[in-house]
T-cell receptor
């Protein structure tokens, strides 16, 4: 089945630094989604990407839908302590028929 | 973004009892909802797709008689864990598909189930 490789698995950064994480797939997706999950909570949608090559921003967050449809990245600029959490990429479309395929998650720790 | 609620947020039950978890889309109608299970420090694992007015579609390895799903209205899906055992203890999360998008899902806050 389809699998997403998300990297890095974890990041330890200082407040104010920029962060970059990405997901790659062996299959094509029609939609890429980025979620953030806080401990004990459900994932919250950060950015949704629907077109190959699309670059979308949400405040300090920027994500891009790779031109090959097989990858996406998420950047966080000027990190703050509340950025701490687990970030998941998810792909949809292709042969998944509306289901989401999730990456393994990136655990982000921000030191004040 | 769209709002999805879950109830209860936490439940502790005795082994052998059944537990019902509700998932509601508060500001949109969802013909399709999904139920996930998440183990500590792991990604979300899809259990089943809940379709309004029809039977749920279960993922391979998920027992449909163990995890009963009912999607009786466009805003409510329920997951009932029947005859719960300690190994069913987990974090259960539902999501609802955005009717304006065939792919985007909005997640509920999750339900922590502990079976003693």
């Amino acid at each position: 089945g389809q699998q997403l490789n998300q990297s890095p698995q974890s990041m330890f950064i200082q407040e104010g630094e920029d962060v970059s994480m990405n997901c790659t797939s062996s299959s094509i997706f029609n939609t890429w989604l980025w979620y953030k999950q806080d401990p004990g909570e459900g994932p919250v949608l950060l950015i949704a990407l629907y077109k190959a090559g699309e670059l979308t921003s949400n405040g300090r967050l920027t994500a891009q839908f790779g031109i090959t449809r097989k990858d996406s990245f998420l950047n966080i600029s000027a990190s703050i302590p509340s950025d701490v959490g687990i970030y998941f990429c998810a792909g949809a479309g292709g042969t998944s028929y509306g289901k989401l395929t999730f990456g393994q998650g990136t655990i982000l720790t921000v030191h004040p | 973004g769209a709002v999805v609620s879950q109830h209860p947020s936490r439940v502790i039950c005795k082994s052998g009892t059944s537990v019902k978890i509700e998932c509601r889309s508060l500001d949109f109608q969802a013909t399709t909802m999904f139920w996930y299970r998440q183990f500590p420090k792991q990604s979300l694992m899809l259990m089943a797709t809940s379709n309004e007015g029809s039977k749920a579609t279960y993922e391979q390895g998920v027992e449909k008689d163990k995890f009963l799903i009912n999607h009786a209205s466009l805003t409510l899906s329920t997951l009932t864990v029947t005859s719960a055992h300690p190994e069913d203890s987990s974090f259960y999360i539902c999501s609802a598909r955005d009717p304006a998008s065939s792919s985007t899902q909005y997640f509920g806050p999750g339900t922590r189930l502990t079976v003693l």
